[in-house]
């Protein structure tokens, strides 16, 4: 059964990846934007599978998979907002809160041990 905490650490992860999508849905490099969109997807759903399981290892391993997948979104941000393709303010934004719900990952995968 999901906690409190876990339900809002997905909620949190939804609104970023539907913000990353808004922030890329019209960005010219379809093929990098696809890319950064599948990836900030993945994050909400991992946390999910995460959430439900009853197998500890398979929990722990969901959020080392979701805060990996943070990792590499905010690479992937940092190196859009390089090439010109995402505003600094837009950029910002994204940043911190992909890392507010590292976070939050990180303390439910650290709970989880």
């Not at 906690?3 to 992860?13: A, K």
């Not at 913000?19 to 900030?40: C, H």
């Not at 690479?75 to 393709?85: D, F, K, N």
């Amino acid at each position: 059964m999901p906690t409190l905490e876990d339900t809002r650490t997905w909620n949190r992860s939804c609104e970023v990846a539907v913000t990353v999508y808004r922030a890329l849905a019209t960005m010219p490099d379809r093929g990098f934007a696809t890319r950064v969109i599948t990836n900030a997807f993945s994050i909400p759903e991992t946390i999910a599978a995460g959430c439900t399981t009853s197998s500890k290892s398979r929990r722990l391993r969901s959020f080392e998979s979701s805060a990996e997948a943070l990792a590499i979104l905010q690479t992937q941000i940092h190196l859009a907002a390089e090439c010109g393709l995402l505003p600094a303010d837009c950029t910002a934004r994204l940043l911190f809160e992909a890392r507010e719900v590292t976070e939050r990952i990180v303390a439910l995968r650290d709970a989880a041990r």
